[in-house]
């Protein structure tokens, strides 16, 4: 079985700082539009607000809401930096405690199942990296499973349970990926949190404060900050988006890339026979 020749880096030098400058950006442009809208309300006289205690109390309830978003989405995003570095370990695990069965039965030929595997694990980066679909990777991990537990009669007992283990740990982490990606954290709240938002910053922008001078900048700064970590959130609560051209805080896939490279080696005996 020919072993396709792929480069599984990660993504391009660069392009995380671009896209960081982009997020930025758009930040930015909208921070341009609150201002603008400021200087129109201040020339029309459309302030129709006066600041109070309430509107304090206003801002502290979006930021305590806000950080219990944070919270939230940081628990899987933590979760979420260890599964490529776990899935490589068990990948390798199993290329290696493959590879010793000839030292224990010299006749067995475990090249095809290096081969699988070697091909499996360019399918996994290629999920994790361009998130599509879970059912054909799982097809694919299934057809491993079936030629690792052909190697059962070879293999000792102990030594196949710790392969089948090592399967089993793969099929968790795809599965856990496959709920992270598609399970949002709390939409509710996530509503409530937009809608708190808006409502605040069309308040600041409504609000009669003086001098114009320092309106224009608090209303800058705290716009900015809320506008900043509820988009942030937004983009935590993926951590493996890195298809999506918005996304910037992505887990790295580093240590999967740097396997599916060595299992690559691994298995080239196997296409010149």
């Known amino acids: 079985m020919n072993v396709r020749a792929m480069d599984p880096s990660s993504e391009p030098e660069g392009r995380p700082r671009l896209r960081r400058l982009w997020f930025f950006g758009r930040v930015g442009l909208l921070l341009l539009g609150i201002e603008g809208c400021r200087v129109l309300v201040h020339r029309q006289h459309w302030e129709v607000l006066t600041p109070n205690p309430l509107f304090s109390a206003l801002v502290a309830s979006e930021v305590f809401l806000l950080g219990f978003l944070l ?6 995003y933590k979760e979420g930096e260890k599964l490529p570095g776990e899935l490589a370990a068990a990948l390798e695990c199993i290329a290696l405690e493959v590879q010793g069965l000839p030292l224990l039965q010299p006749d067995a030929e475990v090249m095809g199942s290096l081969a699988l595997l070697a091909v499996f694990s360019e399918a996994l980066l290629a999920w994790m990296q361009e998130a ?26 102990p030594l196949q349970a710790r392969l089948l283990l090592e399967l089993a740990h793969i099929r968790r982490g795809v599965q856990r990926i496959d709920v992270i990606r598609t399970t949002t954290f709390v939409p509710s709240v996530y509503g409530i949190a937009y809608i708190g938002t808006g409502v605040l910053t069309v308040g600041l922008v409504l609000c009669r404060i003086e001098p114009f001078a320092e309106s224009l900048f608090f209303i800058g700064v705290i716009s900015f900050l809320l506008i900043k970590l509820l988009l942030l959130i937004t983009d935590l609560d993926n951590p493996f988006g890195a298809a999506h051209a918005l996304s910037v805080e992505n887990v790295s896939l580093l240590p999967v890339a740097d396997a599916v490279q060595r299992l ?3 298995a080239e ?5």
């Open 264 to 266: 690559q080696r691994v």
């Open 132 to 157: 599509g679909p879970s059912l054909a990777l799982l097809e694919q991990l299934n057809e491993l499973q079936l030629a690792i537990e052909r190697l059962g009669c070879l293999n000792p007992a």
């Open 71 to 76: 919270n939230g989405v940081l628990t899987d």
């Open 269 to 273: 005996p196997s296409s010149t026979g």
